[in-house]
């Protein structure tokens, strides 16, 4: 186990809401509501707080259960993951329940799921693996540790680039590979495999508890069940964003700390674009890391700078 000792920064301007209600499931597996349209289709399912502490998805899913939204054809999910560490979360220390044991979004590689190793988070991963395995379309909603633009995280393949243009927010997508740390969800399986059409979309929607992050939450998943036929264009009120072009872009280099002892040049949120190849971000120990070409993009800065896990991703708009 990890602790989590990160001061907050950043006012929390939402309240969790109370999913006790959605316990029991549908089908056997808790936190987990399945519902069947009888006609053919795809199965779509929305997902929130794989990370305990990110509650514009927690937010929008309930908001979505309590309109009693159901699948005009096939079938769709939706789903609570890491329900341990979001019924500990802490407004007075919001930083401390990402999770229980480790972190639930890389625990997605099928030889840990299938090994011995043991956690609060194996035991609900592999709980909700086989309702997971039915899934076309998954649509995970996140949130960010700093205040910095919205990105929609694609994964390393075409297809989901392909389902984030048709969805049309946030203005920023983001092809990328992962961590090194473990795989995540949206990477699990045939969602990461270029022959297979099941896809899946991460979004992150903001700074985990600014007010902002709700309506992208809710306003993207809506849009995410449009194009997935799961319901009809139009047929769920939700707010706007101001119409804006898609940028797209490709994770260059993922910044994997190396040493015991990482820092950053300077102060960075993410999004920023840095014009120079060779400017200097920070060290990781003695060795110096610098953008490895010109018109980097920053990818999530992190706060959690320890040994194997990722600092930050580089990225270079597509052509």
């Known amino acids: 186990m990890t602790t989590i000792n990160i001061p907050n920064a950043y006012p929390v301007e939402l309240s969790p809401p109370d999913l006790s ?25 929305v997902s929130a707080i794989v990370h305990g502490n990110e509650l514009s998805g927690a937010i929008a899913v309930d908001w979505l259960l309590n309109q009693d939204v159901r699948p005009s054809a096939g079938k769709l999910s939706f789903a609570f993951m890491n329900i341990a560490a979001y019924a500990a979360f802490d407004p007075g220390d919001p930083n401390a329940t990402r999770w229980v044991d480790e972190d639930f979004n890389r625990v997605w590689d099928v030889a840990v799921l299938d090994g011995e190793r043991d956690s ?38 075409a297809k989901s680039k392909a389902l984030a243009a048709r969805i049309g927010v946030p203005e920023r997508v983001v092809g990328d590979h992962g961590h090194a740390a473990g795989r995540r969800m949206r990477d699990y399986q045939e969602f990461d495999d270029p022959a297979s059409p099941k896809t899946a979309l991460l979004i ?10 709700e309506d992208l939450a ?11 036929g799961m319901v009809p264009q139009g047929s769920i009120a939700v707010g706007g964003l101001p119409e804006a072009r898609q940028r797209f872009f490709t994770v260059v280099e993922a910044v994997t700390i190396e040493s015991d002892s990482f820092s950053f040049a300077r102060e960075f949120t993410g999004g ?20 490895p070409a010109d018109n980097i993009m920053l990818v ?20």
Do not use: N
């Open 21 to 45: 209600t959605y316990a029991k499931g549908s089908d056997g597996v808790p936190y987990i509501w399945t519902f069947d349209s009888g006609a053919p289709g795809p199965h779509a399912m």
């Open 204 to 213: 992150e929607c903001g700074q985990h508890w600014e007010a902002a992050s």
């Open 272 to 291: 920023e674009i840095i014009t120079e190849a060779g400017t200097l971000l920070g060290h990781d120990g003695d060795r110096p890391v610098v953008t």
């Open 218 to 228: 809710k306003l993207s998943a809506v849009r995410f069940l449009e194009v997935v």
């Open 300 to 319: 999530m800065p992190s706060m959690r700078l320890w040994k194997g896990q990722t600092a930050v991703r580089l990225a270079r708009e597509d052509d």
């Open 120 to 157: 609060v988070e194996l035991r609900r991963a592999r709980e909700v693996r086989p309702v997971l395995d039915t899934v076309d379309f998954l649509f995970d909603i996140h949130t960010m540790q700093h205040l910095a633009p919205p990105l929609m995280m694609s994964g390393r393949h």
